[in-house]
């Protein structure tokens, strides 16, 4: 089975600190997605990436940025932590670009902004 | 744009129960449909799909059919668990360029003994 992990279950940062979140993936997928889960919205996307060094944005982009420098990891950044950034941090894996119905999803990251 | 519509939750059931709980879409072009389970602590994993009109996806019981005339996707199960308590997400990937999969705002479900 394909395993996504994501670094941290929770974590708890302060306003303005620089924030990273970690994502790997063991099963060699082209795709990479970063979406948060807000009580009563849903999942929004916040970028994901069809290939190393690739990145495209999601519908939430703004006070975020993302990495891929390798192709199982894929690492979402927070420049400047915001409260409004407090939500539980979904990361995602398809194996091809045809294929981004099937997601693998990680148990998720539950960030606390103070 | 696209977008998908769910039922607002909690449903609350006693086991052995019918569950529906409803999805409807709104879609440029021919989307396919799909619905995700997230079990508590855990993220979200695919439970069924369907891709074309009158199409009906199903898996551990649950069922639901693609209706274009009606632009839904419900979700039903004969026979509700326990185990079955969850969070249900329903989602699609549009019929046009954009490639990716929109959620609706989930659906928690707690079915009780």
């Known amino acids: 089975d394909v395993k996504v992990t994501q670094s941290s279950r929770y974590l708890v940062k302060r306003t303005g600190e620089k924030v990273f979140l970690e994502c790997v993936q063991d099963m060699d997928h082209e795709n990479m997605f970063w979406y948060r889960q807000d009580p009563g919205l849903g999942l929004r996307l916040i970028y994901f990436?069809?290939?190393?060094?690739?990145?495209e944005k999601g519908d939430i982009p703004e006070g975020y940025s993302v990495s891929r420098e390798k192709k199982e990891r894929f690492s979402l950044i927070l420049e400047s932590a915001s409260t409004n950034q407090t939500s539980m941090y979904l990361c995602?894996?398809?194996?091809?670009?045809?294929?981004?119905?099937?997601?693998?999803f990680g148990s998720g990251t539950q960030l606390s902004v103070l | 744009g696209d977008s998908v519509t769910q039922m607002e939750g909690p449903v609350t059931l006693s086991e052995e129960a019918f569950l529906t709980i409803n999805c409807t879409y709104t879609a440029t072009g021919y989307p396919s449909l799909f619905w995700y389970v997230q079990y508590p602590g855990e993220g979200l994993q695919l439970l069924l799909k369907a891709t074309k009109a009158d199409d009906k996806g199903s898996n551990k019981g649950f069922e639901a059919t693609y209706r274009k005339e009606t632009t839904s996707f419900h979700l039903e199960k004969g026979s509700v668990q326990v185990s079955d308590s969850a969070v249900y997400f329903c989602a699609l990937v549009g019929g046009g360029a954009t490639n990716k999969l929109i959620f609706g705002t989930g659906t928690l479900l707690a079915v009780q003994p």
């Open positions: 995602a894996s398809s194996l091809s670009r045809g294929l981004v119905e099937k997601l693998f």
């Open positions: 990436s069809y290939d190393v060094k690739m990145k």
